[in-house]
């Protein structure tokens, strides 16, 4: 594969993280392009200092609200040669990942995963029924994690989802809701797995990620890390964690070491105005949130 560029999928709520991440990409890959896809759904957000400061750009699209997870998809459907790494906003790159997908020779790398049987029908898919998706479709015997993964530009359209969403509408809508499952992970696993069984695609897996829960990060040393030893060639991935402030979270210290370099080109103002406005959109959320279920349940007794 020859690596591209980045592109890190960001929303109003998670910025802030990507900000990290943008920090950890930056620390081992200078050069790279690194690319912004940002979901306006939730609202604008403003990134004009961060683009100026550390090179980023925000990639052109004219969809502009994409739904869970589905703005990963967009470097797919760009012309042209290379290949490249799509990452969710709340994922630091722990080491040298992009030279793993580099030695790799196949369209696509994912995260080595095996997840339970049971776990599938709750974050994937519901296996026994995706003959009514595609009768060609047979599960390979694994999914992968879709936070983070490497693939290459034009050999998918837009319209190769056409059988399983509608595009008529922004953001897009599953055509099989109880089927295929969370958002564009389902929809991709489903997709790629199938691509790859008819021959029309190539995929490899490879331990990429790092989930933190329950202590499986404590192998990763910071004091490697801060050497550039390039001994962990992964992506840490908070997937699934809720939280107010980043010490809430298993290996925070890595956190707080690349937020560290990512506000090394800033002044100690701009430091302090960014955290504050990222307190008030960690209780924004919270309130919206609260909102919409106090909404639901006076509906549910109409």
């Known amino acids: 594969m020859n690596i591209k560029g980045v592109y890190i999928s960001c929303y109003k709520y998670d910025i802030d993280f990507a900000k990290i991440c943008i920090g950890s990409i930056r620390y081992w890959y200078p050069e790279i392009p690194i690319f912004l896809i940002k979901d306006t759904g939730q609202g604008e957000f403003n990134t004009k200092p961060l683009e100026k400061t550390w090179d980023v750009r925000v990639f052109p699209t004219s969809r502009k609200r994409f739904g869970w997870g589905f703005g990963k998809w967009e470097p797919l459907f760009i012309e042209g040669e290379g290949s490249f790494l799509v990452l969710d906003a709340d994922t630091v790159l722990a080491g040298p990942v992009i030279d793993i997908a580099e030695k790799t020779d196949a369209d696509f790398l994912v995260d080595e995963e095996v997840q339970p049987y049971a776990r599938l029908n709750e974050i994937y898919y519901k296996v026994e029924r995706l003959g009514e998706v595609d009768e060609r479709f047979v599960y390979p015997g694994y999914t992968f994690n879709e936070g983070q993964w490497f693939g290459t530009h034009g050999l998918l359209k837009r319209s190769d989802f056409d059988p399983i969403l509608d595009w008529s ?134």
Do not use: C
């Open 169 to 302: 509408e922004e953001p897009q809508k599953p055509k099989f809701p109880e089927i295929i499952l969370q958002g564009a992970q389902g929809h991709l696993n489903f997709t790629l797995q199938l691509k790859e069984q008819l021959g029309e695609i190539s995929m490899a897996r490879k331990r990429i990620m790092v989930w933190p829960e329950n202590g499986n990060a404590d192998f990763i040393s910071l004091s490697s890390i801060s050497r550039k030893n390039g001994d962990y060639p992964y992506i840490i991935h908070w997937a699934g964690f809720g939280f107010s402030n980043y010490a809430d979270l298993p290996r925070h210290d890595i956190i707080r070491f690349y937020r560290d370099v990512y506000y090394s080109r800033f002044d100690t103002l701009t430091r302090y105005q960014d955290e504050a406005m990222r307190r008030y959109r960690v209780a924004e959320k919270s309130f919206k949130k609260k909102l919409r279920g106090l909404k639901a349940a006076i509906k549910s007794r109409i």
